[in-house]
């Protein structure tokens, strides 16, 4: 089993930034996938990025290449998201998540474990 814990969500105006973190408690996180998804009111959950075991692989959704950044401490149980250059449209409830595997994945079905969610909200 795998609990996680996502924290750092908040107002910022567009432009701003944010870091969200994902703490992870249980066994083996060193070994697991990781990814960050996002679900916006009356919309679907969608990918955001994914990170492998190592942190050696990842993998970004177009809309977020080249302005967040997706990152793990295996030291520390936890992974980040580094968002910069925030919009509104990046408003949405951010959720961790975790593979039982170490590839990373761009499929929400893909991962069994599932953190409570963060707000993030972006003001024009």
């Known amino acids: 089993q795998v609990q996680l814990v996502e924290s750092g969500g908040g107002l910022v105006q567009a432009g701003g930034s944010l870091r969200l973190s994902c703490a992870a408690s249980g066994r083996n996180f060193n070994s697991k996938a990781l990814g960050w998804f996002r679900q916006a009111p009356g919309k679907e959950r969608e990918f955001v990025a994914t990170?492998?075991?190592?942190?050696?692989?990842?993998y970004y959704a177009e809309f977020v290449k080249g302005r967040f950044t997706i990152s793990r401490d295996n030291a520390k149980n936890t992974m980040y998201l580094q968002m910069n250059s925030l919009k509104p449209e990046d408003t949405a409830v951010y959720y961790c998540?975790?593979?039982?595997?170490?590839?990373?994945?761009?499929?929400?079905?893909?991962?069994?474990?599932w953190g409570q969610g963060t707000q993030v909200t972006v003001s024009s």
């Open positions: 998540a975790a593979k039982t595997t170490g590839l990373a994945a761009i499929e929400c079905t893909l991962y069994p474990y």
């Open positions: 990170i492998n075991w190592s942190g050696t692989i990842t």
